[in-house]
């Protein structure tokens, strides 16, 4: 095996010097050596990696939607419940560096198996926390513990979509797959929206909800150690697959760094990450102050997420088939920062839930769907790089962006005098300016993606170099950067 791919890297080398005038025929040399192939395991990696999404996914949200009752249970204040959720973004940030690292270099197995087992011993560990500790002081270190493995294992397992699509799937399948991965993790978000307040009436429920999803976590666990046998299926999906992550890691930091489409994509899309964390965290406070229940907020939250899900699924679709990966974000994009600005005038109406749940629906739909769309378009611009370091950098730059937003969002709020339909309690904050600003942020940085994004699909070039010995393509460098 190892001989065959040296003597197919050497055809592929040789292709690349090819003139430009040879004619776009396959060729005859590389197709009796490289048979791209595909096999039905790549499904069970998938179904792996999206229960594994999913897991990780509830145990960041286990505590956020029953607060209160979590708070009475583990005798602490609602900011120490807080920082529960918290420590995701904290330890996701500092570890982005080495997660992508380790998902170029060490391979999509032993990444994926470290962080199935870093999620089951958190699930774990917070079950045990919670049932058996005898103090309230031990009580909650054990659970912020357990709570800190599963922030472990977050980079992990959301930066791996990217590289499995392209490790296991064909060119006309790998969007697909992108999304479907990537939208396991808001399908996660869902649940434990719903799961937590279900099964948690009162706080002495805890324990029990913490073994609800430790159980999963254990399975995934177990599916995922001996389930996935290689990073990699014996014969690559496509061209670029066999040269996947082919620049050191340093290197393709410094590639990147100097890419100018790329940084347009990293601050852009990555001010979009921030967005849209900020709606999920903050949608309960804006709403409350305009006489809105925590059940409302609940539903619009469901809304986001469940239209969101549907239009990656129909866009994941669409670009697979038709390659046009930046007509598509630029179009959704647009249409978030519409959405955007509808958010920020009707949350501030009263008796408006009609309204309210169908721009939540609507920002849903073409903010969520842009997530894999872009995460795959930020490896056709920066190709050869590793997929796991370009679409790392995005989410590491979209966490970074949302702790800066979530802060100043919160520094202009100021608090009401008289609200008399709020049912916020006692801190009744207005969000007016917040939310001009929000709406301000998602529509700038659009508008700059849309004006100065144009790229190549590079990896889409290559593996047409590869197969029929042609040279890069002349895109324009107008709108219409699609392949010819």
């Known amino acids: 095996m190892e001989e065959d791919v040296a003597e ?11 003139s430009s005038d040879v004619p776009r025929t ?15 395991r790549r499904w069970f990696v998938l179904l792996v990696l999206c229960l594994l999404n999913c897991s990780n996914a509830t145990l960041w949200l286990t505590f956020a939607p029953v607060a ?24 996701a940030i500092p570890l982005s560096f080495g997660t992508t690292w380790m998902l170029d270099t060490l391979g999509l197995r ?14 774990l560990l917070r079950f045990v926390g919670a049932s058996f500790s005898t103090g309230p002081e031990v009580m909650y270190l054990l659970v912020m513990l357990g709570q800190t493995l599963g922030a472990l294992a977050q980079p992990l397992i959301i930066f ?21 991965a990537s939208m396991s993790n808001p399908l996660g978000i869902l649940l434990a929206s719903i799961l937590s307040p279900v099964i948690t009436d009162t706080p002495a429920r805890i324990p ?11 399975i995934i666990c177990f599916l995922a150690t001996l389930g996935i046998r290689s990073s990699t299926p014996p014969t690559p999906p496509s061209a670029s697959a066999e040269s996947s992550g082919s620049e050191p890691f340093l290197q393709g930091i410094k590639l990147l760094l100097t890419n100018k489409a790329y940084l347009v994509l990293l601050l852009c899309f990555g001010s979009g990450i921030a967005v849209f964390t900020c709606f999920s965290t903050l949608l309960e406070q804006i709403l409350c102050v305009q006489g809105y229940t925590n059940t409302f907020a609940g539903v619009c939250g469901a809304l986001f997420i469940v239209f969101g ?12 088939k038709t390659k046009k990966f930046i007509e598509a974000t630029k179009v959704n994009m647009s249409f978030t920062a519409l959405a955007c600005i509808a958010f920020s005038v009707v949350c501030l109406m009263q008796e408006q839930k009609v309204a309210v749940a169908v721009v939540c629906s609507l920002f849903g739909f073409f ?22 370091t370009s679409a790392g950098l995005i989410f590491m730059s979209g966490q970074v962006q949302s702790v800066i937003y979530i802060v100043l969002l919160q520094a202009l709020t100021t608090r009401l005098a008289d609200s008399p339909l709020s049912t916020c309690g006692d801190a009744v904050l207005s969000w007016r300016v917040p939310m001009m600003v929000m709406a301000g942020l998602c529509t700038f940085f659009s508008c700059c993606f849309v004006i100065f994004f144009h790229t190549r699909y590079r990896r889409l070039e290559a593996e047409e170099q590869a197969v029929y010995g042609t040279k890069q393509r002349k895109v324009s460098t107008t709108s219409d950067n699609a392949p010819r």
């Open 68 to 91: 209160d009752q979590s708070a009475k249970f583990l005798k602490a204040s609602l900011e120490k419940v807080n920082w529960l959720s918290l420590v995701y973004m904290v330890v």
């Open 309 to 320: 899900i549907v239009g990656a699924a129909l866009l994941g679709v669409y670009v697979d």
């Open 160 to 180: 791996t979509p990217t590289k499995m699509a392209a490790l296991w799937f064909p060119d006309h399948q790998r969007a697909t797959a992108n999304m479907i």
């Open 26 to 40: 396959p060729n005859t040399e590389l197709k009796k050596l490289l048979f791209f192939k595909v096999y039905k």
């Open 208 to 218: 029990d909800l913490l073994l609800v999803y430790a159980v999963p976590a254990c």
């Open 8 to 18: 197919i890297q050497t055809v592929c080398a040789s292709v690349s010097s090819v």
């Open 110 to 123: 032993t990444t994926l198996i470290l962080g199935a087992w870093l999620n089951m011993f958190g699930a």
């Open 367 to 388: 903010g969520f769907s842009i997530f894999p769309v872009a995460m795959e378009l930020s490896v056709e611009c920066s190709y050869p790089v590793g997929e796991a």
